[in-house]
């Protein structure tokens, strides 16, 4: 559509039924931007790094792909555990998961059963299969970068590392920061 003139644009959305429209709205894949999309499964890569300013859509993007990687496991059937880590437990709540572009609205839009306590360090993604009724759960923890030893040893499927930059990378007994502690 971006290659299209606006009018071509304006009439093709003009075409749509109002539900088609919401669900496009809906669809991270018809509204990010190119450069918003995770690498392709095929390349190797380990790390994902955003390095953009303030209003770019990196708290989106990181929502976006994590309940993209949700949607896989639950597909495979297979057990998810997800880590969400910033400096302190509020900016995981207030920015990853509450935030306008967190966890909780995203999923909202894509029509998953998001269940958090404000406060707790566990939360749960349920997706269920429209065709099947078949429920899978995702399961999340809160990780900050206060204690770098609280990460070690979790076998996380999937981790968000938000703000990585203001991160306070202390270090363990063993000499690790969390971020090592994670990558391990």
């Known amino acids: 559509m971006a290659n299209r003139s606006p009018a071509e644009r304006r009439a ?6 109002e539900a088609e429209v919401i669900a496009l709205l809906a669809s991270w894949d018809f509204v990010a ?5 995770a690498p392709v499964a095929d390349d190797a890569w380990r790390w994902w790094a955003l390095i953009t300013g303030r209003g770019w859509g990196k708290t989106r993007t990181g929502a976006e792909w ?4 949700c949607e896989q496991f639950a597909k ?3 057990r998810h555990l997800v880590g969400l880590v910033n400096k302190t437990h509020d900016e995981v709540r207030s920015l990853q998961i509450e935030g306008e572009s967190g966890l909780a609205a995203a999923a909202a839009r894509r029509g998953h059963q998001w269940h958090h306590a404000g ?3 566990h939360a749960q993604l ?3 299969d429209p065709d099947t009724g078949r429920r899978h759960t995702s399961h999340f923890e809160v990780h900050t970068s206060v204690k770098p030893d609280k990460v070690r040893g ?3 499927h999937t981790v968000w590392c938000d703000e990585l930059a203001a991160w306070d990378h202390k270090i363990d007994a063993q000499g690790n920061t969390t971020f090592t502690n994670v990558d391990m």
């Open 66 to 69: 994590v309940l993209d990687r």
């Open 33 to 37: 931007r190119p450069e918003q999309m």
């Open 126 to 128: 349920v997706i269920i």
């Open 119 to 121: 406060t707790a360090l």
């Open 154 to 156: 979790r076998n996380f």
């Open 76 to 78: 495979a059937g297979a």
């Open 12 to 17: 093709w959305i003009a075409s749509l039924t």
